[in-house]
């Protein structure tokens, strides 16, 4: 095992981390920019330096300082958390070449992934559903009106570099295609610095169904069954996920976990990772991407398998094995996570910055808060409005969307105005409590077209 490890994040992931490192004795170092001199992930880390300033660039993904950071106090292995650097096959390389272990997978299944029209054909070839589209990055507008007429319409043009819910754009009709594919590649420039875009074919109304993968460095790969995040904004970012997903048919359940384990054989995969799915009404799935980092979401598989996987992905980097097998893993109950985030819904999910003059978390049986907030702290402006994740876990769904509720409901925030109210319609909606929501879900509420109501 490590002795030290260096966590290369901030908020609640970096507690997150920092929480798994103390449970295995394992020291922790925090790196913060001037910003977060004041964050919780400072205070209960062993060490911490500060690597810039505010902004992220200066800071959480300056990689010179981030290795002298781990030089300086002799960390021996760096968790890039989810986000910033999580996702760099750079990173992971600079780490390497320093004789430093990167807590995740090796840099070639990074980049082997994070070109998602690559990840389609590679999900293809190991036998994985995927939708109609074009397995590699569109080289001219020809071929993209050729592969359009292939797919048919509605699709979708989405980033190859993409990832966070942006740079994907729906075209209805032939007549848009090659207007939006220029500006579809120029988005794609700016936010993700290459051009490069595929197409997909569109579901109307899919629900988004995703597997864990967790995979050593001896040769096994295991899958933690699945997450339901169906419930997005507007931007396709996830507000509320849970385990497992709601009446999903036992031999679904099986072939998703089946084709996830494939996906993750076929690039040799090592660590923490999830395989994303869309499906359909009938149950049809199909693989989009992988993620091959930690994921926000990851807590409600934890509450249904009772593996901790932030602290399996420190000791399969350390090199254990891991100790169990597929059919060693069981779903135990119902887990459902709710993000509070410093953003008005309401208002586009305009983002909130301010002090808190209060932050009362709820507890009692079944309740879990991942958060780096305290009463009296300052949000800074600059960084993620993720502010906690409320996570619950109960025998049955039903009595997690009641603690959900209860839990919710309990919650006390003050000083910054956030999406909890937001939250509790969701919880309340007939749609939710019944367990059928599909991504278009969160549009239709913002619009008033959702029944049931908070009591
Ligand atoms: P990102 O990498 O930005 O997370 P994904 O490819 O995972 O992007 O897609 C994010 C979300 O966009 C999905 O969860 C779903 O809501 C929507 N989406 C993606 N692909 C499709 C599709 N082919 N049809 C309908 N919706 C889609």
Redesign the pocket.
Known sequence: MFRKILIANRGEIAVRVIRACKELGVQSVAVYSEADRDALHVQLADEAVCIGAPSSTESYLNIPHILMAAHITGAEAIHPGYGYLSERASFAEACAAQGIKFIGPTPDAIRQMGD?SLARAIAHRAGAPV?PGTERALQSEDEAVAAARGVGFPL?I?AAA???????RRVMSEDDLLPALRIAQSEAQAAFGSPEVYL????PE?R?IEVQILADEHGKVLHLFERE?SI?NPR?QKMVEEAPAPSLRPETRRALGDAAVKVAQAVGYQNAGTI?F?VDADENFYF??MNTRLQVEHPVTEAITGIDIVQWQIRIAAGEPLPFEQGDIAISGHAIEARLTAEIPEQDFTPSTGRLSEWTPPGGPGVRVDSHLYTGYSIPPYYDPLLAKIIVHAPTREQAVARLQRALHETRIAGVQTCRDFLLRIAHTDEFRAGTVS?PFVPRLLKGGVAGGVR
């Open positions: 998602k939708l979708l989405k993409g990832g966070g819910g942006r740079g994907i997909e074919k569109y579901i899919p988004h995040c997005q396709h994303e869309l989009i991407e991504t």
